[in-house]
């Protein structure tokens, strides 16, 4: 293996490992709230389904797909940001959000170093 090639096999490992505690931090917080007995609105559903549901979703499709996953993660947090926005007149606070989907951001940049590499080698 070249040295050139080991930088995309390390951001792809760190963007794997963060999408896995990301998705259980999720997790952790959808079994909390499942026993409140409160359901979430229609207007709810909306936000839910771009964060968490879009943005894990992409993460777990970038294990298959780097770059396909990254885009979906980056653009359901976008989405869920604009939703946000609208709804309430300002930003979520707080650097969480995107912090829970920034490995979607290291996907994007394991598949472009990757296909850096595949160029340099060829």
């Given at each position: 293996?070249?040295?050139?090639?080991?930088?995309?096999?390390?951001?792809?490992?760190?963007?794997?490992?963060?999408?896995?505690?990301?998705?259980?931090?999720?997790?952790?917080?959808?079994?909390?709230?499942?026993?409140?007995?409160?359901?979430?609105?229609?207007?709810?559903?909306?936000?839910?389904?771009?964060?968490?549901?879009?943005?894990?979703?992409?993460?777990?499709?970038?294990?298959?797909?780097?770059?396909?996953?990254?885009i979906?993660?980056?653009?359901?947090?976008?989405?869920?940001?604009?939703?946000?926005?609208?709804?309430?007149?300002?930003?979520?606070?707080?650097?969480?959000?995107?912090?829970?989907?920034?490995?979607?951001?290291?996907?994007?940049?394991a598949?472009?170093?990757?296909?850096?590499?595949?160029?340099?080698?060829?």
């Amino acid at each position: 293996m070249a040295t050139g090639s080991i930088t995309p096999v390390v951001v792809r490992w760190v963007a794997r490992v963060w999408s896995i505690l990301s998705v259980i931090f999720i997790l952790a917080f959808a079994i909390g709230e499942a026993g409140s007995g409160r359901g979430p609105t229609a207007r709810e559903w909306v936000g839910l389904s771009l964060f968490p549901i879009g943005v894990c979703l992409g993460l777990i499709v970038a294990w298959f797909c780097e770059r396909l996953g990254g885009i979906l993660a980056l653009v359901s947090l976008v989405a869920f940001y604009v939703w946000n926005v609208g709804r309430s007149g300002r930003l979520p606070r707080g650097p969480f959000f995107f912090l829970v989907a920034a490995p979607g951001l290291l996907f994007l940049a394991a598949a472009l170093l990757s296909r850096q590499s595949a160029v340099r080698e060829s």
